[in-house]
């Protein structure tokens, strides 16, 4: 009788890590489906932050053409890179 009860006892301890392990791989599984998420979120948001910059990017770049403080610097950052090319 002390036989049946071992492999009784043998089959609850199997049983319940079986069980243990099913809660550990699906806890982990919706852990996976937030981290896709989030990540798939974070690129979009990224996608949306680059495409902005580019607009403020070319904005600014417009505003720098149009004022002639840029374009006096333009001409001296142009003097300093013919000067740094040419070899003495």
Not at 1 to 29: P, W
Not at 45 to 66: D, F, P, R, T
Not at 69 to 78: A, E, L, S
């Amino acid at each position: 009788m002390s036989s049946d009860g071992d492999g009784d006892m043998e089959n609850q301890a199997e049983l319940e890590e079986k069980t243990r392990l099913i809660n550990q791989v699906l806890e982990l599984q919706h852990t996976l489906e937030d981290l896709s998420s989030r990540v798939d979120a974070v690129k979009e948001e990224n996608l949306k932050l680059k495409s902005e910059n580019q607009v403020l990017g070319q904005y600014i770049e417009n505003l720098m053409s149009a004022s002639s403080v840029f374009q006096t610097t333009d001409t001296k950052t142009k003097r300093k890179g013919s000067k740094g090319a040419r070899k003495d």
